[in-house]
Nanobody, 123 residues
Framework: QVQLVESGGGLVQAGGSLRLSCAAS????????MGWFRQAPGKEREFVAA????????HYADSVKGRFTISRDNAKNTVYLQMNSLKPEDTAVYYC????????????????WGKGTLVTVSS
């Protein structure tokens, strides 16, 4: 079992930055690929970014490439999402997910999900 708890959300002006964290319980964190997803009001959940268990491979949605960076610290059982140059359309609840393979994370079929953290970007 892996439990995921997101933090770091909040209100920020357009052009600003936030760093989200996802803390995982369990000693097997380093064996899981991790990802970030988001869901805006009235919209479907969408993929944002993913990272392999080692951190050596990352994937990003086109909408966030060059602005967001996913990273992980296996010693701290934590995955991060650094978000720069935020836009109002980035407003959403952000969720982290864990899965045994990177492909599973990217396709949204994670084995474990957090409850989310709200990011609001004002114009």
């Amino acid at each position: 079992q892996v439990q995921l708890v997101e933090s770091g959300g909040g209100l920020v002006q357009a052009g600003g930055s936030l760093r989200l964290s996802c803390a995982a319980s369990g000693r097997t964190f380093s064996s899981y690929a991790m990802g970030w997803f988001r869901q805006a009001p009235g919209k479907e959940r969408e993929f944002v970014a993913a990272i392999s268990w080692s951190g050596g491979i990352t994937h990003y949605a086109d909408s966030v490439k060059g602005r967001f960076t996913i990273s992980r610290d296996n010693a701290k059982n934590t995955v991060y999402l650094q978000m720069n140059s935020l836009k109002p359309e980035d407003t959403a609840v952000y969720y982290c997910a864990a899965a045994t393979t990177l492909r599973t994370v990217v396709t949204g079929l994670g084995d474990y999900w957090g409850k989310g953290t709200l990011v609001t970007v004002s114009s």
